[in-house]
């Protein structure tokens, strides 16, 4: 596992499932494993493939914490049903509240949802947990690489002010 979360920090994708994988192999009831998995494939452009590795951690581990809520939520936003997206990340938000990525993602998911009040609020909160907060300089560092969800993230935040 921890040589699957060296390879997903240096953005080598295919290494860290791979590690997981052999993680797994070792221990097939390693949550953690399962919910970075699934993390992977969100940044990838593979939500569908995290929702069921994502729920398998939670399974296993329903005291995970805000990271699995925030990575299902994500995952849910990607596969358009926003209304699952919007639970989880409400949940990740109530057990992490300055968490900087939820708060985006609850943001993108309230917009998606049609909430530009909420929306607008969550892009103040964005900005009183980092008054510099800039769209353009997080995604610089942020490791997703599908680009259609980039530009899809993008424009939800636009519409939100950010």
Not at 49 to 67: E, F, K
């Amino acid at each position: 596992w921890a040589l699957g979360f060296v390879h997903v920090q240096s953005r080598r994708f295919e290494m860290a499932i791979d590690s997981l994988r052999k993680a797994l192999e070792l221990d097939r009831s390693y949550a953690d494993a399962y919910a970075l998995m699934g993390g992977i494939y969100t940044y990838i452009g593979q939500p569908a493939n995290a929702i069921p590795l994502v729920r398998t951690a939670m399974r296993l581990n329903p005291d995970g914490g805000y990271l699995y809520f925030q990575i299902l939520g994500r995952a849910y936003l990607f596969e358009d049903d926003v209304e699952q997206a919007l639970i989880n990340l409400r949940e990740a938000s109530v057990r992490n509240p300055v968490d900087l990525e939820t708060r985006v993602y609850l943001a993108a998911a309230m917009e998606a949802a049609g909430d530009r009040f909420g929306a607008e609020w969550e892009a103040e909160e964005i900005r009183a947990l980092d008054a510099g907060f800039s769209m353009r300089k997080w995604f610089e560092t942020y490791p997703m690489t599908s680009t259609a969800h980039k530009e899809r993230l993008r424009g939800l935040l636009a519409k939100a002010g950010l």
